[in-house]
């Protein structure tokens, strides 16, 4: 008996030197993928913000949404309808050491039209209002900042009415309408053209590019 005991004192600092070389190593993917950040703006059709996003180095994914009211899981229809409270909004995952939340947020500017409450471009009612949504104090301080520089360096005569508050809960949309820009180009295409958004956007921040 007293053999068995002093094999297994042997055996087990082995053993665990062992299991700890072999160890999951997913570990370090998961602190990475958690080290990713949201940032929530909304902008009007929400087909329309997600695509400016996408293009942007250090996004790691952007969702359709609905923000800021106070129905639990709204649909389109209920959002649509303006009775809901919520805005279309969309959720920006992001990688902070790729990109920084100030470059978002100047991304947001220029496809916005930050002078009309309640409206963007043709679409009417508060469920297409623009709003940054923080997810922090920094994120808070920087929305803030921005706004004011906007405000100051403006080339239009309206004021800024641009909504910075804190983000509520956020749905998800429906499926066909996230990445609606790849899946029906033709139909984005014209509802933008026929929308007036891009014309808008020039006169409010001149050519882009």
């Not at 002093?6 to 299991?19: C, G, N, R, V, Y």
């Not at 913000?49 to 229809?77: A, C, F, Q, R, W």
């Not at 429906?174 to 180009?185: G, V």
């Amino acid at each position: 008996m007293r053999k068995y005991y002093t094999s297994l004192a042997l055996w087990l600092p082995a053993a665990l030197i062992f299991i700890n070389t072999h160890a999951d190593t997913s570990s370090p993917k998961n602190t990475e993928q958690n080290s990713y950040a949201i940032a929530t703006f909304a902008g009007g059709c929400f087909w329309c913000m997600e695509h400016p996003y996408d293009e942007l180095d250090g996004v790691i994914s952007t969702t359709s949404g609905y923000t800021g009211g106070s129905t639990k899981n709204p649909t389109y229809k209920q959002v649509s309808s303006g009775t809901t409270g919520h805005t279309e909004a969309v959720q920006v995952e992001y990688d902070p050491t790729k990109i920084s939340y100030q470059k978002l947020l100047e991304v947001f500017w220029r496809n916005i039209d930050p002078t009309t409450p309640d409206r963007q471009f043709c679409d009417r009612g508060s469920q297409y209002r623009a709003g940054i949504f923080y997810h922090d104090a920094e994120q808070e301080r920087l929305a803030e900042e921005s706004k004011k520089h906007v405000e100051a360096t403006k080339s239009f005569p309206e004021p800024v009415v641009t909504e910075v508050t804190q983000a509520p809960e956020f749905y998800p949309a429906e499926k066909y309408h996230q990445d609606y820009y790849l899946k029906n180009p033709l139909r984005y295409k014209l509802y933008r053209h026929g929308c007036g958004r891009d014309r808008r956007l020039e006169q409010l921040w001149g050519k882009s590019g």
